[in-house]
């Protein structure tokens, strides 16, 4: 089924979304190694990579179903924050973000009869799940800490332990 033009510009939209998720990520890892908090840095990073990988299901999908694909700017993310917590907690927000925007895009797919797309974006809907869970721990883990440095140590040294197989190949 050919698709939707508006449903496409959506999904472009999307990709840049997703990427720019990604550069921002990347510039919470920056943050991270500037204070030699390695295990955050390195969370932020599998992040960043995650988040690109996401741009990428989209864009096999239209390529895949010979949709034109276009790649937007993306601007340039900060790598200074005022804590750890405030970085977290932006994190958290762009993924509330995101959260909006896919279910946007979900309810555009049904509303096209595009079931196609509704089937990639099923997987995009359960993912935002997971990552909403995961940085709304991180920050309430962040708030128990409060000011002890030895409490972010030590979640500092938890989070290290995060590595690439525990995330899907493409997830
Ligand atoms: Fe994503
Ligand atoms: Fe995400």
Do not use: G, K
């Given at each position: 089924m050919s698709m939707d033009a508006n449903l496409v510009s959506a999904l472009n939209a999307q990709i840049r979304g997703e990427f720019a998720a990604s550069y921002v990520y990347l510039g919470m890892s920056a943050y991270f190694e500037s204070l030699d908090l390695k295990g955050f840095a390195g969370w932020m990073r599998a992040q960043s990579q995650e988040e690109w990988a996401h741009g990428m299901r989209i864009f096999d999908h239209l390529a895949a179903r010979d949709a034109p694909i276009s790649l937007a700017e993306l601007s340039s993310p900060t790598?200074?924050?005022?804590d750890p917590k405030s970085a977290v907690a932006a994190a958290l927000a762009q993924e509330q973000d995101t959260t909006r925007d896919v279910n946007q895009l979900y309810a555009q797919a049904i509303s096209c009869g595009d079931y196609q797309a509704k089937g990639l974006l099923d997987w995009f809907v359960n993912e935002q799940t997971e990552e909403e869970d995961s940085l709304r721990t991180l920050l309430s883990q962040l708030t128990i800490a409060g000011d002890s440095g030895a409490a972010l140590l030590i979640l500092d040294r938890e989070l290290s332990e995060r590595d690439a197989s525990d995330d899907e190949p493409m997830g």
């Open positions: 790598t200074d924050y005022y």
